[in-house]
């Protein structure tokens, strides 16, 4: 009779358990695309209103995310010159979070529709800019006139008359502007001034190119 030897089964012995192990690698990257565009405009927000207290006469941030980021700031160049500088997320579009730098150059609510056309194929003389067209609801501010009752008689305000008499004291207007759009992650705080300068230019030789076309 042959010595039979009992061997252990191997595959057994080493079976491993479905319990997942999480490592680094498999953090969703939906998530680290969103902490590093967090950071990105942390950053952008701590560096662009150190650069405009310096450039600018007055500047506010006018706009916060979720979790308290500025996005969206407005400035005055030399009491003068308005403009506004933000952060677009594009998820709707190239999917590509950018830069918006822009100025208010003037009022063109009394344009008729062929100057406005001719103003806008200027845009082809520009580079990396654009001229575009900002509607701009402005209230015009009235001291409400006094209001007597007799004695012993109520009055009754009524918040549609109210309502219809804001509208009344609301204008809108047609605002040109020069904006440009750059890549969040290429964006430098520190070239805020020379984009400024470069729309300022470019605007000028372009319109005063299109008034001497015009004549």
């Keep these: 009779m042959k010595n039979t030897k009992k061997v252990q089964n191997k595959s057994s012995k080493s079976a491993k358990t479905n319990e997942p192990v999480i490592t680094s690698k498999e953090i969703d990257s939906q998530e680290i695309d969103e902490l590093k565009l967090r950071t990105l405009k942390a950053d952008f927000a701590v560096h662009i209103e150190e650069v405009m207290s310096e450039a600018c006469s007055n500047y506010e941030c006018v706009l916060c995310d979720d979790h308290d980021i500025g996005i969206l700031w407005s400035f005055l160049l030399e009491d003068s010159i308005s403009g506004f500088i933000g952060i677009e997320d594009n998820e709707d579009g190239i999917g590509i979070p950018t830069v918006t730098t822009g ?3 003037k009022d063109i609510s009394d344009y008729d529709r062929d100057e406005l056309l001719n103003i806008l194929e200027l845009n082809s003389e520009l580079v990396n800019a654009c001229f575009t067209v900002s509607h701009i609801r402005e209230k015009i501010e009235e001291e409400p006139e006094p209001v007597f009752a ?18 009344e004291n609301t204008i809108y207007k047609e605002i040109l502007m020069i904006q440009c759009k750059i890549p969040l992650v290429s964006f430098d705080a520190n070239d805020f001034s020379g984009i400024i300068q470069n729309l300022m230019i470019q605007s000028d030789m372009a319109l005063n190119q299109g008034n001497e076309d015009l004549e």
């Design 150 to 167: 007799e004695e012993g008689e109520s009055i009754e305000y009524n918040d549609n008359e109210e309502d219809e008499a804001n509208d």
């Design 103 to 105: 100025l208010h150059l």
